[in-house]
């Protein structure tokens, strides 16, 4: 069993920057494609990105490819999300997610969910 915490939302202003982080619980951090997710108001839920297990490639929606960065720290169980050059469509509440087997964008395919950070930028 995984469990999953994120930290760092909050309000920015249009053009600021974030950074989440998601500290996973276990010892089988290393073995996990880490992604995150987001969701707004009345909106389904979003793939944002994803880093995988082995050699840490990263994959990421269009909408935030170039200003945000996914990166992981194996040894401190902790997947991070830069978030640079923030719009206000990127107000949403964030996720992270993870599991053993998937790599991509299908938020349905991962197992395991933090409980989200919400992150709201003022224009």
């Known amino acids: 069993q995984v469990q999953l915490v994120e930290f760092g939302g909050g309000l920015v202003q249009a053009g600021g920057s974030l950074r989440l982080s998601c500290l996973a619980s276990g010892r089988t951090f290393s073995s996990l494609t880490m992604g995150w997710f987001r969701q707004a108001p009345g909106k389904e839920r979003e793939f944002v990105t994803c880093i995988s297990w082995s050699d840490a490639s990263a994959y990421y929606a269009d909408s935030v490819k170039g200003r945000f960065t996914i990166s992981r720290d194996n040894a401190k169980n902790t997947v991070y999300l830069q978030m640079n050059s923030l719009k206000p469509e990127d107000t949403a509440v964030y996720y992270c997610?993870?599991?053993?087997?998937?790599?991509?964008?299908?938020?349905?395919?991962?197992?395991?969910w933090g409980q989200g950070t919400q992150v709201t930028v003022s224009s």
């Open positions: 997610a993870a599991d053993h087997s998937v790599y991509g964008r299908r938020w349905y395919e991962y197992d395991y």
